[in-house]
């Protein structure tokens, strides 16, 4: 199969859908198929650089994303995708993000009769409401609506999501769930030099937080938990993996907190690693790839039972599920574990075990089953 991945995040762009999409098109790759991926140039990134994978990488021109200066979206090139693909005419058009990139990719596969696919990674219509746009929750689903029901099949990771997408009338949404690198995120990265940089001793609690720095992800809550963790145990650290929006005003507020910016992997890991608990109260998550990473590097997790926590978490055998939207069970769950060493160490040792049931390879397995059976479907004449 000659497949044209198009998305407007990729690799070495640090996010969960970068992340995903960076092992779908070596997992295919390695399964002997043809991967394009079509993506937003990056920041004095050459347009024509070779790539470093095995598959192929086609830049387009960009620009960057209001209040994400270090992200950047595409531009709708169809033209190009046009004489691409007349030139060497993919047998599937996979569209991972539903911007201008992805709209122009879903006209030019259409014009030529190719084959299209999707998959859907980020909520965008639940956002509105947390950057005061809560009337625009409608346009923007029934966008998200329009743009995926233009394709063969829609990919969601996790069968709730499933449910709700089909519930508000999208067609033929099916399973693309998620794996986890265990080789990658290891308990053995732990690092003493590490959280001795961050003030803490080795007997010390480090609660560690990996999300993106947005107003969407409930760090309200997330620092009301810190707080009254600290109020418990003074000598405990706060480590803020990753970046964003509110990264300025977040540092301002909490300045008692470590915020590290962005992480290489190998960075990202041994931070992980480093910690002593996971929280993440975040309730817009399609599937919360940093649940799994988490468990994989031996933290207990506390996480509302939804997404990915509510797959493969456990209330009391591996982590700590709280009911959706229960803020104050939340925080009390949050510092019950915080207080109880033990417990930790139990829980975290599960959630390790756990990660390890859950390998990228399963995951590829069923997304070429489904690739595949898009690929053989000829659209009408």
């Not at 198009?6 to 690799?11: D, Q």
């Not at 394709?151 to 499933?162: E, F, G, M, Q, Y």
């Not at 999300?211 to 620092?223: G, T, V």
């Not at 690693?273 to 919360?288: I, K, N, V």
Request: aromatic content about 10%; hydrophobic content about 45%.
């Amino acid at each position: 199969m000659h497949l044209a991945l198009v998305t407007e995040t990729f690799p070495p762009e640090i996010n969960g859908v970068a992340m995903t999409l960076g092992h779908v098109a070596e997992g295919l790759t390695d399964r002997g198929h043809r991967v394009d991926v079509h993506r937003p140039r990056q920041r004095e990134e050459l347009a024509t650089a070779p790539s470093p994978h095995a598959y192929a990488e086609i830049r387009h021109p960009s620009l960057p994303i209001p209040g994400y200066t270090f992200l950047r979206f595409g531009l709708p090139v169809r033209g190009r995708l046009l004489k691409a693909w007349r030139a060497q005419r993919p047998d599937l058009v996979h569209i991972a993000t539903e911007g201008p990139l992805g709209y122009a990719a879903l006209l030019a596969a259409g014009k030529l009769g190719i084959p299209v696919s999707s998959s859907f990674h980020t909520n965008f219509h639940q956002y509105s409401e947390h950057y005061g746009f809560a009337w625009l929750t409608r346009p923007v689903l029934a966008y998200l609506r329009h743009f995926h029901n233009r394709t063969r099949i829609t990919l969601s990771p996790s069968p709730d999501l499933n449910a709700e997408l089909t519930r508000d009338g999208f067609n033929d949404v099916r399973l693309l769930s998620r794996g986890v690198n265990t080789k990658v995120f290891d308990p053995a990265h732990r690092s003493t030099a590490l959280r001795a940089s961050w003030g803490a001793g080795p007997d010390d609690l480090v609660v560690v937080h990996v999300s993106r720095l947005a107003a969407e992800k409930n760090y309200d809550l997330l620092f009301r938990c810190f707080a009254s963790i600290r109020a418990r145990d003074p000598r405990a650290r706060f480590v803020i993996v990753s970046d964003g929006p509110l990264r300025k005003k977040l540092r301002q507020r909490y300045p008692w907190a470590i915020f590290t910016g962005f992480l290489e992997r190998g960075a990202l890991a041994q931070a992980y690693a480093s910690g002593d608990l996971f929280l993440y109260p975040s309730l817009t998550e399609t599937f919360g790839n940093v649940v799994l990473e988490a468990m994989a590097s031996g933290l207990p997790v506390v996480a509302y039972d939804y997404a990915a926590a509510a797959r493969y978490l456990h209330l009391d055998r591996n982590g700590c599920l709280v009911p959706f939207d229960k803020a104050a069970i939340f925080l009390a769950a949050a510092e019950n574990l915080a207080m109880d060493p033990a417990r930790r160490q139990r829980l975290g040792a599960a959630a390790r075990g756990t990660a390890e049931t859950i390998p990228w390879d399963d995951v590829i397995d069923g997304l070429e089953r489904d690739l595949l059976s898009v690929a053989a479907f000829s659209p009408p004449a």
